[in-house]
């Protein structure tokens, strides 16, 4: 069985929960846990270097401009509520179904 992210749909896009390990050795996916995607990255948590990498990171992932993904909640913590506007959720699932291990 296939691990899953939550993913809800609005008007203006998609949303989904995202895990931040900040500090790691590569930025990678590192897969989900309780409906969220992890994602470490390389930037440390400082004057939002973590936030900008994260948002740099998923641009590049689901082939978006960076101005398509905004972080609605959590810009301080690690566990993150992220918008991408323009996108549906089949898009974002099949995108994310294969980057994920299985």
Not at 38 to 47: I, N, T
Request: with cysteine.
């Amino acid at each position: 069985m296939k691990p899953e992210v939550h993913i809800t749909s609005s008007s203006v896009g998609v949303a989904f929960a995202v895990r931040v390990i900040p500090r790691a050795r590569k930025t990678a996916i590192a897969g989900t846990r309780e409906g969220s995607l992890v994602v470490r990255l390389v930037a440390p948590p400082v004057d939002g270097a973590a936030n900008a990498a994260l948002i740099a990171f998923l641009a590049d992932l689901l082939d978006r401009p960076k101005r398509d993904i905004a972080i609605v909640s959590g810009q301080l913590s690690r566990d993150k509520c992220i918008t991408v506007s323009g996108m549906t959720a089949a898009q974002l699932a099949e995108t994310l179904s294969d980057i994920l291990p299985a």
